[in-house]
């Protein structure tokens, strides 16, 4: 979304929604862009979380599955 120039700033642009359920549904689509980068690249979830984060600086300590 942010390569393509899309920033998800949604808190003053749904102000009418509730906040909390934004924030659930970004969560949802992160998850499944993770799964389907893992199926796509033949690797773990995990490993392609760490990679995510390890890009943005995150540190992301998961058990290796």
Sequence with gaps: ?????????LLGEVQWWQSDDSWTYAFYAFLAYVRDAAERTERSVGDVARSIAGRRGVPLDLPDT
Excluded: A, H, K
């Excluded at 979304?1 to 700033?9: A, F, K, L, T």
């Design 1 to 9: 979304m942010i390569r393509g120039g899309v920033y998800p700033d």
